[in-house]
């Protein structure tokens, strides 16, 4: 959409005010609303001025002035405030020299998108997230001096077969780690699940399906692939959409990786292709029918997994869902079809199809940066020629100790995470994609989290040690 384009649905829409959104570092959706009076040709062309020192992980007080660049591309009609409101995502430049912040998310994911062609390699690149999500009907925490606690509930969650309501109690319900796929009534939140996604559709966002997962309570609606940075917005509003239905049904949507104990965890599965001249540059005649830029595609995930853990496994919740023993994704190992290890290739029949699957992300990311990392780690792996070795078509969770210890493993701990990535971030660095005041400013967000984490005891603890 134009910035003629804006001007125009704002007079036919009869809208009263235009938000402006951005990203933070932590991958939270931000925004500020300017009545329409205010939004003109020069407003669209010159950006909005806002204080960066009030965003954690930005500039300081003393150099806070920045300038917020509407993208008409991204405009959308809020499906959700009272008043008519025409939303446009945003990239931040600094205000003197019109430059890209290099600490912005947004404007990183569009970096590598340019990177990309920089290279010769290919000229597009496509993500297809698949975030998953739980629902609740009750969200209560504490953390405190004297009291650290939590407790969610839902009632259609599996713990509540017997719990007793004033209206009775149905008792259909799906058990633990049996929510894929049955009908209503055990799976009673199809109608949320249909207006989210119907909502998603009417924001502009190319959709094919939803449905339950596999834990209790939790969900997940399908989006069509886009190219990187529409993609990462798409996310947004995604995000976006499932928080603010489900509160409109008195409800509380979560991407928490692992809000409860005991059965599967959120996570955020990412397709990927490249292509060049309208042509798919992962199809091929090699393992799977893949080409050889994308086996090398596949051995630049795989080597720098653990850095890229910083940016798709980006909170200490996310790796109690990344634990070795269970269904999830730790090896760093690829195959077709296999669901077990962190990279898979997808069965298609169109050559168009083809492409390549990260499994060990989860939605607690950042799009813009986790997509963006996840492409440079890939461009990394064709420039470098880096082989990931033989496919493992073998189920990885049934190994024998002896085999599964010659496996790598993706990070255990965001601690990890962080240490990885300090030790490999060249790949991140080329072109100027990322920078390292930008991922220096990351990583101590991030400590700032670890160390909340590490420094306050735990429920459990006093349930392990209290009579020690």
């Known amino acids: ?46 950006g909005f001025m806002f204080d960066g020192s009030s965003i954690a992980g930005w500039k300081s007080i003393d150099q ?57 390699i290919g000229d597009t690149a496509y993500m297809g997230p698949e975030a998953e999500f739980f629902l609740f009907d009750d969200v209560r925490y504490s953390v405190g001096i004297n ?23 149905t008792g259909h319900r799906p058990g633990i780690k049996g929510g894929y796929f049955p009908v209503n009534p055990i799976d009673d939140a199809q109608d949320i699940r249909s207006e989210m996604l119907s909502t ?51 409800k509380s949507a979560t991407f928490m990786p692992k809000p409860i104990a005991g059965d599967n965890g959120t996570g955020m599965h990412v397709n990927m292709s490249i292509w060049k001249d309208g042509k798919p540059l992962f199809a091929g005649n090699q393992y ?11 051995g630049g995930i795989l080597k720098h997994a653990k850095a890229l853990n910083a940016f798709t496994n980006p909170a200490t919740n996310s790796y109690k869902r990344l634990i070795p023993g269970f ?19 997808p069965w298609a029949e169109s050559p168009k199809a083809k492409r390549v699957e990260a499994r060990f992300p989860d939605p607690a990311a950042n799009p813009y940066l986790c997509f963006a990392a996840l492409l440079m780690a890939g461009l990394d792996g064709i420039k470098n020629k880096i082989d990931p070795g033989p ?30 990535l300090e030790a490999d971030q060249d790949f991140l660095l080329a072109g100027d994609v990322f ?28 349930q392990m040690y209290y009579s020690c």
């Open 64 to 120: 806070s002035d920045m300038k917020l660049m509407p993208d008409c591309d991204s405009a959308y009609m809020d499906p959700f405030y009272a008043e008519k409101t025409l939303c446009i995502h945003c990239s931040v430049v600094e205000p003197d020299t019109g430059e890209a912040y290099d600490r912005d998310p947004r404007g990183t994911a569009e970096k590598a998108e340019a990177y990309l062609k920089s290279t010769g």
């Open 147 to 169: 009291k650290v606690s939590y407790q969610v509930d839902a009632i259609d969650a599996s713990w509540n077969t017997d719990t007793e309501y004033e209206m009775g109690n």
């Open 327 to 345: 269904e999830a994704p730790v090896l760093r190992a690829y195959s077709a079809s296999n669901r077990s290890g962190a990279v898979r290739i």
């Open 200 to 250: 998603m559709k009417r924001m502009g966002i190319k959709v094919d399906k939803h449905h339950h997962e596999v834990a209790s309570c939790q969900h997940e609606l399908g989006m069509i692939f886009g190219t990187l940075t529409k993609q990462a917005d798409n996310l947004q509003k995604y995000k976006y959409v499932i928080h603010n239905v489900a509160q409109a049904y008195g």
């Open 391 to 420: 496919a493992s078509d073998k189920d990885l969770y049934d190994l024998p100790p002896e085999e599964l210890a010659g496996i790598p493993t993706v990070c255990s701990s965001l601690r990890e995470a962080l240490d990885s």
């Open 435 to 462: 920078t390292k005041g930008q991922i220096e400013g990351y990583v101590a967000l991030k400590w700032d989290e670890v160390f909340a984490f590490e420094h306050t005891p735990h429920p459990i603890e006093f």
């Open 1 to 46: 959409m134009s910035i003629q384009n804006v001007l125009k649905t704002i007079k036919d829409e009869n809208v009263k005010y235009v938000d402006i959104r951005f990203t933070d570092p932590r991958g939270k959706l931000q925004h500020v609303t300017v009545i329409v009076d205010e939004v003109s040709e020069d407003f669209l062309e010159e």
């Open 288 to 298: 799977a029918d893949l080409s050889q830029e994308a086996i090398w595609f596949i």
